[in-house]
């Protein structure tokens, strides 16, 4: 209960994690962790509760803890690389940019997934080094492009709100040449929750740069059509969950269609993610949904693939110049 101290109202509160002897540890070290780790889960569930251990829960934070290691350890040993998605005409299928996308190549587990370790970037601010080695070698990379086609790389919030994001963004582009007009930042939607007036302050400077402002996943639970008036955006990208159910889901394809005839209307580029079968780009086409993404267009691949097929798009050719601008349809 609250009581009276020095005239001012003061309430206790406890959290409690619970293990217990000989059935959660043999040892009162592992026992002690034990407890701990349930007491951090009774935090996670609103304190002032309690948790007992469970053998899931230890090893899911066990295993969360380990991939934590091994993920400070892969930023200083460099064990990263980017692939290149093509983003493309709806029209012609033909890249008209590139997605730059982040690939983790553990020495024993093999290629992690971003899904599991961008979370552990974000909540361990090791995506600021992460992610300024994806800037430093994206833009390096489409520099030396025989053809100028956009690079699009994402931002994270925290990334967002780091102080030297404009100054390491001018001189990153200073060293390698790229031209800022080839550059697409994208942005998720969870950035447009704090700290409007900063926020729009960060994306106004960068678009002062001469770059591109992208909404990426658009049509999310949280969306907003404000976003699209009260941020600085040129393109927004259709969240892949509409993808997936276009062709059978009439709500789908409303939102779909509103989305196009508002981003129309405000003169921004729409690109439709994950398309992955014919009856999608079909449809996206006949909605006139200028630009696609996804499996059916082409995988990512890697950074001398990317280069090589620039290369030949670039290169004189004859009559036959669509079989010389196909993106290969091959999985890396």
Known sequence: LPYALDHEVVRIGVSIGVAMYPSDAGTAEQLLRNADTALYKAKASGRDTWRAYASEDGQ????????????????????????YQPICDAVSGSPVAFEALV??????????????????????????????????TAFAEAATW????????????????????????????ARTGLAPARLDFEVTEGLLFEDVDDVVATMRALSGLGIRMVLDDFGTAHSNLNYLRGFPFEAVKIDRSYMRA?????????????????????????????????????????LRCRFVQGYLLGYPLPAQQTRDWIWRLAAPHGDDEQAAVRWPAVSA
């Open 103 to 136: 690939r983790w190549n553990h020495p024993t587990r093999g290629v992690i997934s971003p899904a599991e370790f961008i979370p552990i970037a974000e909540q361990t601010g090791l995506i600021i080094p992460l992610g300024r080695w994806i800037i430093e």
């Open 146 to 173: 025989a053809y100028p086609l956009r690079i699009a790389v994402n931002l994270s919030p925290t990334q967002f709100r780091e102080r030297e994001l404009i100054g390491f963004i001018r001189e990153v582009l």
């Open 246 to 286: 276009l062709n059978t889901d009439r709500q789908a394809r409303a939102l779909v269609e509103a989305i196009l005839a508002v981003a129309r209307a405000l003169g921004l580029d729409v690109i439709g993610e994950g398309v992955e079968t014919q009856e999608q780009l079909a449809l996206l086409r006949h």
């Open 60 to 83: 899911r934070q066990h295993d969360r803890m380990a991939l934590e290691l091994d993920f400070r350890a892969a930023i200083a040993l460099g064990q990263f690389t980017l692939l």
